[in-house]
């Protein structure tokens, strides 16, 4: 026999049996007739209203609508009430689909399995359910859920729930990509830790209605906080440790995501998360732990996160997964054929470390250098090998109008920078590329040398930070700007005849919504030339509204 989830999930409602009509109000139900459990599965399924088509045994909720609020003693980072104490989030968007993610929060039994339902809609009040179906998850996984939403339409923009027991999660917002996009707006985040401050910058691109997609490349969560970086309290003492272990590490990862301002991002916008490889404890635990707070579309045959997606014949994103500079022939081989079979007139390349050159002189003050070895990156041969895998890209079509436009856009820097790529062959340098690094969210530079000097916002704090990012431009022809004394999140404007860089500053001692353009840069297309814009004026694009679903009281 089949259970309803299973004829649901075959058989997805017409509009019309799911009382999606604007001029035909529901019905009145009471209240215990608005759920019905599958006689396969222990979860509780809640429906719209209008549920005469699917009556079944009515059965008692566990939880009301909005959840609960956990026990006075429960001691696990959450951002509001259970089941859904970690909101919700999308991730890596095709034309087509998008990853839909949340997390159930157990309290007690830590082994049982948990079930539930998913829909999505046209519409932020989840009028007009269009897809549908049902999730199960355990202890093995972390209690994430993870579905890929298929069948969507290209450049539209989508709401999304998830059901457990009777209770609704936030309602969420994603967006997929063009298939014929002329115009692309990428924000562009970088090095986020709780603990090292307030993540401001993720809250003022929850606010923008004009973004595509979030990137955010470089550490997402900090495993190993230094105790000269912690500036934001936690209510334990282990949240300010070294993570270690399953159980550790998806404590560290639920601690990141009760901050208010990553929480509305991730329920705003979708996302696409690099693995930052920037940790030499448990990998296996380490890779397992991100997949289940941050998924991504797994290539064939890959182990990694690397992998491309598409937006039209605008951009090719393509992401890389390096462990200490290293991509293994595996991945340098797939990389390489996908930059050469890309047909896209820019192809984003997401990297953990710095491509380019950034060589730091003598005179350079040495509490910064004894934190920040600008020199980590890619071993000489693997940056060399992409070098050249860039090159090939740009000679095949330089004898036509339509040479390729590549961007790094890379994580680790710790500060805002921007700087050509130059390869030297033979004697002969050409540029192959442009590099773009967005200022990190809440950890970095200015907070270690902040320690010391008496906050990052100290005179002789940005003192030394300016005095670092001189000292590289001076030294370093390519870097056209470099700014460390700060933190925010940054803008990729695309279209077919250029791409804008726009550097924003968030403070991170206190949580507000502040910011500040502080520069503006651009590259023009079959130039692979980065270069500062004297007069910045900044971008905005007409789109959807953004969510204003206020975010539950933060019991963490």
Request: a negative charge.
């Amino acid at each position: 026999s089949y259970s309803f989830c299973t004829l649901l999930a075959a058989h997805p409602l017409p509009p019309s049996e799911m009382g999606c009509h604007p001029s035909k109000p529901p019905k009145e139900k009471p209240e215990e007739e608005q759920c019905v459990r599958s006689p396969r599965y222990r979860a509780v399924f809640r429906f719209p209203e209008d549920v005469e088509s699917w009556s079944g045994v009515v059965a008692t909720k566990r939880y009301p609508r909005v959840g609960v609020a956990p026990p006075s003693d429960f001691e696990f980072p959450v951002a509001g009430n259970v089941p859904f104490g970690h909101g919700v989030a999308s991730f890596d968007p095709t034309t087509s689909s998008v990853l839909l993610w949340t997390r159930i929060t157990v309290v007690g039994d830590g082994d049982q399995k948990q079930s539930g339902s998913w829909r999505i809609s046209q519409h932020p009040s989840m009028n007009g359910v269009i897809r549908i179906g049902t999730w199960e998850t355990s202890a093995e996984a972390g209690y994430s859920v993870t579905v890929d939403a298929t069948g969507l339409n290209s450049d539209s923009c989508y709401y999304y729930q998830f059901y457990c027991d009777g209770a609704e999660s936030a309602v969420g917002r994603t967006k997929t990509s063009a298939s014929a996009g002329r115009h692309l707006r990428v924000g562009v985040t970088s090095n986020s830790s709780y603990s090292a401050g307030h993540m401001n910058g993720f809250g003022r691109l929850a606010d923008r209605k004009d973004i595509d997609v979030i990137i955010h490349v470089g550490c997402y969560t900090d495993i190993n906080p230094i105790p000269d970086q912690v500036v934001r309290s936690t209510k334990s003492d282990v949240d300010l440790k070294r993570a270690e272990g399953l159980e550790a590490l998806r404590r560290r990862y639920a601690l990141q995501r009760t901050d208010p301002n990553l929480y509305r991002a991730h329920q705003n916008h979708p996302f696409i998360v690099i693995n930052d490889g920037d940790d030499e404890g448990d990998r296996t635990a380490v890779r397992q732990v991100l997949k289940e707070w941050v998924p991504w579309r797994q290539t064939p045959g890959m182990t990694k996160t690397c992998r491309t997606l598409n937006f039209g014949a605008l951009a090719r994103i393509v992401t890389t997964d390096s462990e200490n500079g290293h991509l293994g022939e595996q991945q340098s081989e797939w990389l390489h054929h996908k930059l050469q079979t890309t047909s896209s007139k820019w192809a984003l390349i997401l990297t953990q470390a710095p491509i380019g050159r950034c060589d730091v002189s003598d005179p350079t003050p040495n509490d910064i250098n004894n934190f920040i070895n600008y020199e980590v990156g890619w071993v000489d041969n693997q940056r060399q090998q992409l070098l050249s895998y860039l090159s090939e890209r740009v000679k095949e079509k330089e004898n036509t109008d339509a040479i390729p436009n590549n961007i790094i856009l890379t994580g680790g820097m710790s500060a805002s920078w921007a700087s050509d790529v130059v390869i030297d062959e033979g004697g002969s340098q050409s540029t192959v590329a442009v590099e773009f690094s967005p200022a990190s969210v809440s950890k970095g530079a200015s907070v270690l040398v902040g320690a010391k000097h008496g906050g990052c916002n100290s005179k002789r704090t940005i003192e030394i930070c300016t005095e670092v990012s001189q000292s590289i431009q001076k030294f370093n022809e390519s870097c056209c700007y470099h700014e460390s004394s700060s933190h925010g999140y940054a803008i990729v404007d695309i279209t077919g005849d250029h791409a804008t860089f726009e550097c924003w500053r968030t403070p991170t001692d206190t949580n507000t919504s502040e910011q500040t353009l502080s520069k503006q840069l651009i590259t023009s297309s079959s130039s692979n030339h980065i270069a500062v814009i004297e007069s910045p004026s900044p971008t905005f694009r007409d789109s959807e509204e953004i969510l204003t679903v206020p975010l539950m009281t933060n019991v963490y």
